[in-house]
């Protein structure tokens, strides 16, 4: 028996009580289905999901299901950037996925269908099909159209800079600023949303060439009606999330990962995501697969075209194709198939021949945008995990966005102890070619973990620091951060780390290759590693913890929570 049909005898109100919102008798005895979704006037990537809800929700009820709306919708990490508001992203991510688990425990549900599309949405709710396993489907809503010259959103932090640096008219950064979201849709390069639904797609939660797909093409409500469909058939043959999401399933996410350059924020929600399961996700297994499958997306920030190009080259399944041998093809996914079924059914459709079709009015080529595996953007994955005397339980740097000069670097510290601090030095100009720039008290029990974009930015655009300069911190950075950013440092400031403990003037040695981040000495003077761990023991006895800022609401219940930005920075 259905769950909704056995709960209907146990709630005895329930039948009342949705007669009340215009239900008919026969519907009572439907299968009932979740349509849940961020959908809202919150951004561009959530403003437009309730024409996907009505269509999905067309399709259902013509296939004779009884599908209930529900929204909780997300913040955009772009309208919070240089304020407050930046400091609430990621525990948004625990707020959306608890309110899904109340939505979906509290009423009976046969089935769940989940409509997202941005940075905290879609982990939000892979972490939430999760926890309630129920048999589910995901369906992310696509990518905008970049602007003119394919101009995309991230580009806009350099274009501020310049202009605070004089090398712009206030006119032509107005140009800029108000045509780089060209249409609706998650942002048009390589962030943590267009990352974040590929993931979906790399663990089995959407239908195979879903994710990333432009919202402009006339295919995308079609996509899911489809995938209203099989979610039909995964409540008919109790196909469960716990199912899909084994341990090979994320590795499988994780090479792709490696594959497309994907955001650093990966590194948080991929691990909170796991743990829903029961899987631990170490900082080792990243570094150890991005070591191994290389670097193949030329999609910005970190390669060149914008992000509806990933689509029209054949989007996840291209790079699976590329990635082939390395992948655990017998894993399970929302089609009830394999992945390695899937992949031949979509060469055996026509599938990369309709994606291709877009590219003849562009004219660029597949293999520019998606590249051979022989021949690689760069040998290895996009990030590395660094440990050290600065980051005892681990750091995250993408290194496929940093000059070459810099994988190997020995700076000085200049520690802040705020964002807005650093910012004004960069932009001042006190910091100077050879600074590491340190920000800190921005990990999850300090600030709740912002961005630090306009700092990156601010650094990324200036020609004398890019190449020279580092910013490290416990903060975390936009997927669209690009540049010697080295962020989740742990542990963190606020839980006395070293990194808390770094003085003006430390030096400090940045090893990319050997997987190293040291304070190697001070004042100018290198030590041994003996000496400065003595150093570090003696400034700990001193260290006082700073006073929090927030000590109400939802804020202090995630700065109380939250583990290690390593583990995933979700709340215990």
């Known amino acids: 028996m259905l769950k909704s049909q056995e709960m209907r005898r146990i709630a005895i109100e329930m039948d009342a009580?949705?007669?009340?919102?215009?239900?008919?008798?026969?519907?009572l005895d439907k299968v009932q289905i979740l349509l849940e979704s961020t959908w809202g006037d919150s951004h561009p990537g959530s403003v437009h999901l309730n024409r996907l809800v009505f269509a999905a929700e067309t399709k259902l009820i013509e296939l004779g299901a009884r599908p209930a709306k529900y929204t909780t919708t997300d913040i955009c990490d772009g309208i919070a950037q240089g304020h407050d508001g930046m400091n609430y992203s990621l525990l948004s991510r625990e707020v959306i996925c608890n309110m899904i688990e109340?939505?979906?425990?509290?009423?009976?549900?046969d089935g769940g269908m989940f409509i997202c599309s941005c940075d905290k949405g879609v982990p939000a709710h892979l972490k939430a099909i999760a926890r309630l396993d129920m048999p589910s489907i995901v369906f992310t809503g696509g990518i905008m159209k970049a602007g003119p010259d394919n101009l995309t959103l991230e580009q806009i932090g350099t274009y501020s800079a310049k202009l605070k640096r004089g090398e712009i008219t206030e006119e032509e950064f107005k140009k800029k600023q108000h045509?780089?979201?060209?249409?609706?849709?998650?942002?048009?390069?390589m962030g943590t949303a267009a990352t974040m639904q590929i993931m979906a797609e790399a663990l089995g939660l959407t239908l195979p060439g879903t994710a990333v797909m432009p919202t402009t093409i006339s295919e995308f409500e079609e996509e899911v009606q489809r995938a209203a469909t099989q979610l039909l058939e995964l409540v008919k043959?109790?196909?469960?999330?716990?199912?899909i999401l084994t341990k090979k399933a994320f590795e499988n996410a994780i090479m792709v990962h490696a594959a497309i350059a994907g955001s650093t924020n990966a590194l948080l929600h991929l691990p909170a995501i796991a743990h829903e399961v029961g899987i631990e996700l170490a900082p080792e297994l990243f570094d150890n697969i991005h070591r191994r499958i290389p670097y193949i997306s030329n999609i910005r920030p970190s390669g060149l075209y914008p992000a509806q190009y990933f689509w029209y080259a054949g989007g996840v399944p291209a790079v699976m194709e590329a990635i082939k041998d390395n992948l655990h093809l017998e894993t399970m996914t929302v089609t009830g198939k394999t992945l390695g079924e899937n992949l031949n059914e979509l060469k055996a459709n026509g599938f990369y021949k309709k994606c291709h079709s877009y590219l003849r009015d562009i004219g660029v080529d597949k293999d520019n945008i998606i590249t051979p595996v022989?021949?690689?953007?760069?040998?290895?994955?996009?990030?590395?995990?660094?440990?050290?005397?600065l980051a005892p339980e681990g750091s995250v740097v993408k290194h496929s966005a940093i000059d070459k000069k810099m994988m190997k670097v020995t700076l000085i510290a200049r520690p802040f102890d705020s964002e807005e601090e650093a910012k004004e030095a960069i932009l001042s100009g006190k910091i100077k070619p050879g600074d590491a720039v340190f920000i800190r008290y921005e990990g999850p029990k300090g600030s709740g973990m912002p961005e630090m974009f306009y700092t990156t930015e601010c650094i990324a655009s200036d020609k004398k620091l890019v190449s020279t300069t580092a910013l490290i911190t416990d903060g975390r950075f936009s997927g669209a951060t690009r540049g010697p950013a080295i962020g989740h440092v742990s542990p963190e400031a606020n839980e006395g780390g070293p990194i808390a403990l770094v003085e003006e003037g430390d030096i400090i040695r940045i090893d990319i290759p050997n997987r190293r981040l040291d304070i190697v000495g001070v004042k100018g003077v290198e030590k041994s590693m003996e000496e400065i761990d003595e150093i570090i023991e003696k400034r700990k006895s001193n260290w006082i913890k700073p006073k929090v800022i927030y000590t109400q609401g939802i804020f202090d219940i995630y700065r109380k929570l939250a583990v290690s930005a390593m583990k995933g920075g979700y709340m215990e």
């Open 237 to 243: 043959k109790d196909i469960k999330p716990i199912q």
């Open 179 to 189: 045509s780089a979201c060209a249409s609706c849709g998650a942002c048009a390069f």
């Open 17 to 27: 009580l949705k007669i009340g919102m215009g239900w008919g008798l026969d519907d």
């Open 374 to 389: 022989d021949k690689p953007l760069h040998k290895e994955g996009a990030v590395a995990i660094l440990k050290g005397n």
């Open 102 to 109: 109340v939505h979906g425990m509290a009423t009976p549900f």
